[in-house]
């Protein structure tokens, strides 16, 4: 069956740095588009940013633009989110979604990981 294991969450101070991982199984990775939601408390799920089969077209919202960077590698079968300059108001659960559409809207994912808490302090 599909999987997406996300990974690299964690506490991190304001202006600081992570780097998420998602490593996907069961699914034809290379031909998948991949994505990264994130979920704040009390909040609905948003689109962080996606990727497409080859990397070389990326999306990402308004609110990340600039400071957030997705990538892939095929070869591992990971996608991965580098976030810099992050900001208090990026504290929320990273989920990983895999999908056949390149789109920012969340229910045309098909495959979903479960999710890594990034929470960043003041």
């Known amino acids: 069956q599909v999987q997406l294991v996300e990974s690299g969450g964690g506490l991190v101070q304001a202006g600081g740095s992570l780097r998420l991982s998602c490593a996907a199984s069961?699914?034809?990775?290379?031909?998948?588009?991949m994505a990264w939601f994130r979920q704040a408390p009390g909040k609905e799920r948003e689109f962080v940013a996606r990727?497409?089969?080859?990397?070389?077209?990326?999306n990402y919202a308004d609110s990340v633009k600039g400071r957030f960077t997705i990538s892939r590698d095929n070869a591992k079968n990971t996608v991965y989110l580098q976030m810099n300059s992050l900001k208090p108001e990026d504290t929320a659960v990273y989920y990983c979604?895999?999908?056949?559409?390149?789109?920012?809207?969340?229910?045309?994912?098909?495959?979903w990981g479960q999710g890594t808490q990034v929470t960043v302090s003041t």
């Open positions: 990727i497409n089969w080859s990397g070389r077209s990326t």
């Open positions: 069961g699914l034809t990775f290379s031909s998948s588009v």
């Open positions: 979604a895999a999908g056949r559409i390149a789109t920012m809207t969340a229910r045309q994912y098909d495959y």
